[in-house]
């Protein structure tokens, strides 16, 4: 079964640090898309970035990047210069192919809670 | 673009009760889903559309039923409202599955509670 792993509940940093994010997978799959989503305190899921696995270039978002291993099936993000508003749940995705035709399926990690601290 | 948006923000509802969770969106995207967030379940896919008049069912539907009879509309019914349903309800929509587009927007949940 696929599966996706944030090893860390809970984690806090300083203000301006940096911070990485952990999360592994199990797939047999070749062809997938990874994410990491945010949920502030407002409970709204906001998406902070995207991998396409056929790509080999970590994907970059401003403060945002990403760590993409695929042999070793592990998809970290890095938050750069850590700001208050950063504190929200962190949830890595994983994106893969149902059945035939177009149907996908998101698999959810359990979240990794970030408390940025003045 | 008024994005996804969910009514209503909070409900309350006895054992037994039927209601309807509505969802929609105004970015003409093809695929709607519904999940709910449990504390350390993380979120669950219960049903999904994709495309108008075509839905099916994600990891945990019992006691729920949807319909997608226009593509901005994706409500979700709880049939006999149980206190196991008590949770928060996400609605998301994205522009298609399985392109470059796949990034799903959510709307801003429905915390409902069943007493």
């Known amino acids: 079964a696929q599966t996706v792993t944030q090893s860390q509940p809970e984690m806090s940093v300083q203000e301006a640090e940096t911070v990485t994010l952990s999360c592994t997978y199990d797939t047999s799959e070749n062809n997938y898309y990874l994410f990491w989503y945010k949920q502030p305190p407002s409970r709204q899921m906001i998406l902070v970035i995207r991998?396409?696995?056929?790509k080999q270039q970590n994907a970059t978002e401003n403060r945002f990047s990403v760590n993409f291993q695929k042999a070793a099936k592990s998809f970290s993000l890095k938050i750069s210069d850590s700001q208050l508003g950063d504190t929200a749940m962190y949830f890595c995705?994983?994106?893969?192919?149902?059945?035939?035709?177009?149907?996908?399926?998101?698999?959810w990690g359990l979240g990794t809670s970030l408390a940025v601290n003045p | 673009n008024a994005g996804v948006t969910q009514t209503p923000k909070f409900q309350v509802l006895k054992t037994g009760q039927s209601m309807t969770l509505q969802c929609a969106q105004d970015m003409n995207h093809e695929y709607m889903s519904w999940y709910r967030q449990d504390p350390g379940m993380g979120l669950r896919l219960i049903h999904y559309s994709v495309g108008a008049g075509i839905t099916d069912q994600g990891e945990v539907p019992n006691g729920y039923n949807v319909s997608r009879s226009t593509t901005e509309d994706f409500p979700l019914r709880l049939l006999s409202a149980a206190p196991s349903q008590t949770s928060v309800y996400f609605c998301?929509?994205?522009?298609?599955?399985?392109?470059?587009?796949?990034?799903?927007?959510f709307g801003p949940g429905t915390r409902l509670t069943v007493l």
């Open positions: 998301a929509s994205s522009y298609g599955q399985g392109t470059s587009t796949d990034t799903q927007y």
């Open positions: 995705a994983f994106m893969k192919p149902v059945g035939a035709g177009n149907n996908r399926k998101l698999i």
């Open positions: 991998q396409e696995a056929y």
